[in-house]
């Protein structure tokens, strides 16, 4: 394998597994602590505030205007939508509930991929993203130690947008991911991200309890893994992973977030190890695979020319 796709697989399994501790943590900080526009909003403010700063000391990019579109498109696409609705549907269904519909992510970019970028859903992309979520299905149906939410139906229906609109981002932001550099695009996403936002979501950064005074030390360490590594980290590793891989390899890796929430609630008590969890990682692992393995649309025109 390519040292350049080595670095973009090492970058979105970093990122997925951010994103898997991700969960059980903003269920934390939302019980009690903060609301989901006043959590969705803060990331952005803070994304935005982080990545601009970095660009002071980065190289200089110049944007074209018509990239600014797609990278403002990308900003609601991949960052509004899907933090709001992942912090709104955990209010109504559990984590694993939610994961559940997360490890459905990769067919939606399948057929996304193959709708507008005219992708091949050859028998061996479809093989790899069954056996990912079958990984993932294993490990959801062998633990239901969160339980079950207060509205199942309608933080499933969040889950299905969230999913949706992830899979657009991956999608329209691949060729602008290879065109610029990671804080480049990052640091425009977030300041669309926040002009679209802060209508809607100021009123709520002053309501916050996070912001009050009796706050638990977890719950600000909480805080600053979902604002460090979950938005500015786990959000700086995808445009780099999308420069060398495709966007249905990327949405593989989503099949990994229920497997590291389940590896988390095993570690604090809340769950036991049993045989479905290294079954479940072998699946993942067998999926991406296969999926790597498979030819893009590229591959399949050279051959076709040859």
Do not use: C
Not at 168 to 190: A, D, N
Not at 203 to 232: C, H, M, N, R
Not at 283 to 292: D, H, R, W
Request: net charge positive; proline share 5%; hydrophobic share 55%.
């Amino acid at each position: 394998m390519e040292k350049a796709k080595v670095k973009g697989h090492l970058a979105v399994l970093f990122a997925n597994v951010i994103f898997g501790l991700n969960v059980p943590i903003t269920k934390s900080l939302l019980t009690g602590w903060m609301t989901p526009m006043g959590y969705t909003t803060t990331r952005m403010l803070f994304g935005a505030f982080i990545f601009w700063l970095i660009g002071l000391f980065a190289p200089k990019e110049k944007v074209e205007v018509k990239d600014l579109l797609i990278i403002a498109a990308g900003g609601l696409f991949g960052l509004i939508v899907p933090q709001y609705t992942f912090a709104l549907g955990l209010q109504y269904t559990s984590p694993v509930n939610f994961s559940l519909i997360v490890a459905l992510g990769p067919i939606a970019v399948m057929l996304l991929a193959a709708l507008f970028l005219k992708e091949p859903i050859t028998m061996k992309k479809a093989l790899g993203v069954l056996l990912g979520i079958s990984g993932a299905l294993v490990i959801v149906f062998q633990n239901r130690s969160f339980g079950s939410g207060p509205n199942d139906m309608l933080g499933i229906l969040l889950a299905l947008v969230n999913i949706t609109n992830y899979g657009i981002y991956l999608i329209i932001i691949r060729k602008i991911s290879s065109k610029y550099s990671p804080v480049t695009l990052m640091k425009w996403m977030f300041f669309f991200t926040v002009v679209f936002i802060l209508p809607f979501g100021y009123a709520d950064l002053f309501t916050q309890q996070i912001y009050a005074s009796g706050v638990p030390w977890t719950a600000y360490l909480q805080f600053a893994f979902i604002l460090i590594f979950s938005t500015a980290v786990a959000y700086f590793l995808i445009p780099v992973s999308l420069k060398t891989l495709r966007p249905t390899t990327v949405s593989v890796y989503m099949n990994l977030q229920p497997i590291i929430a389940s590896t988390v609630a095993i570690l604090v008590g809340q769950d036991v190890f049993s045989w479905d969890k290294p079954l479940a990682v072998a699946l993942v692992i067998a999926g991406v695979i296969v999926v790597t393995q498979s030819k893009s649309r590229e591959d399949v025109e050279k051959e076709g020319a040859a």
